[in-house]
Nanobody, 111 residues
């Protein structure tokens, strides 16, 4: 069955970097559009970045130029490289394919 497992979250100071991973099973990430979302405390879940079948990427304005989504077809994994992190990036980050979701990974940006 379809499974998405996120990892790589943690605590980092403002300006720092993290790389999130989304390990997929039950399907090939190269055959589907994949997305990252996030949800901050008290806020609705919001779309962060996406990569489509052709490899084209798109980003929310709030992360454009700082975050990079990519995939490794051999490892069947999608990544989110997050640089120049800000306190407002603090959230639980989720990997998504269609109506499938991972369990999320916490990212905390604080001094």
């Amino acid at each position: 069955q379809v499974q998405l497992v996120e990892s790589g979250g943690g605590s980092v100071q403002p300006g720092g970097s993290l790389r999130l991973s989304c390990a997929a099973s039950g399907f090939r990430v190269s055959a589907y559009a994949m997305r990252w979302y996030r949800q901050a405390p008290g806020k609705e879940r919001e779309w962060v970045a996406g990569i489509n079948i052709s490899g084209s990427t798109s980003y929310a304005d709030s992360v454009k130029g700082r975050f990079t989504i990519s995939r490794d077809n051999a490892k069947n994994t999608v990544y989110l490289q997050m640089n120049s992190l800000k306190p407002e990036d603090t959230a639980v980050y989720y990997c998504n394919r269609d109506y499938y979701w991972g369990q999320g990974t916490q990212v905390t940006v604080s001094s």
